[in-house]
């Protein structure tokens, strides 16, 4: 393995706050838009991120550090899955519940997994027949049925 210098240096945890606060103000933008299809922007942002943090091999540390800075303002059960954890910490809790959430990391893993790094998330989602779809999808892939939600 190359020892690659973004390996060496450590991500602070104002740098955290920082891409926390960039993904905060997309939320905040996807709750202004009546566009049908305004939560790509803000997948999309959370995907950018987390897919960033797992080059560094590093997505499940920062996203314990990103839950355990948010936690500060709320008290929280642990959030292993980085792309929940994210999400945990950037969207409205009163409009993002478990089971969004779940669904959305889900969705997320299976595009990590399958997009190709051309095409953008919400084109990648839409051509495998949308979130729902995505969600369900994943889950087979993990043997679980669609329904549990899990």
């Given at each position: 393995?190359?020892?690659?210098?973004?390996?060496?240096?450590?991500?602070?945890?104002?740098?955290?706050?920082?891409?926390?606060?960039?993904?905060?103000?997309?939320w905040e933008?996807?709750?202004?838009?009546?566009?049908?299809?305004?939560?790509?922007?803000?997948?999309?942002?959370?995907?950018?991120?987390v897919t960033?943090?797992?080059?560094?091999?590093?997505?499940?540390?920062?996203?314990?550090?990103?839950?355990?800075?948010?936690?500060?303002?709320?008290?929280?059960?642990?959030?292993?899955?980085?792309?929940?954890?994210?999400?945990?910490?950037?969207?409205?809790?009163?409009?993002?519940?478990?089971?969004?959430?779940?669904?959305?990391?889900?969705?997320?893993?299976?595009?990590?997994?399958?997009?190709?790094?051309?095409?953008?998330?919400?084109?990648?989602?839409?051509?495998?027949?949308g979130i729902?779809?995505?969600?369900?999808?994943?889950?087979?892939?993990?043997?679980?049925?669609?329904?549990?939600?899990?």
């Amino acid at each position: 393995m190359l020892d690659r210098p973004s390996a060496r240096i450590a991500f602070s945890p104002d740098a955290l706050k920082a891409n926390l606060s960039r993904l905060e103000s997309e939320w905040e933008t996807y709750q202004t838009t009546r566009d049908r299809d305004g939560i790509y922007g803000y997948l999309a942002a959370v995907f950018e991120l987390v897919t960033w943090w797992r080059q560094d091999r590093k997505a499940a540390e920062y996203a314990r550090q990103a839950v355990v800075l948010h936690s500060r303002r709320q008290p929280v059960s642990d959030i292993a899955e980085p792309f929940a954890a994210v999400i945990f910490c950037t969207a409205d809790p009163e409009k993002v519940d478990y089971r969004l959430r779940s669904k959305w990391s889900r969705v997320l893993r299976y595009a990590a997994e399958f997009k190709g790094l051309s095409e953008p998330l919400r084109n990648f989602i839409k051509r495998k027949g949308g979130i729902n779809k995505c969600a369900a999808r994943f889950a087979r892939r993990m043997g679980r049925s669609a329904r549990t939600g899990g």
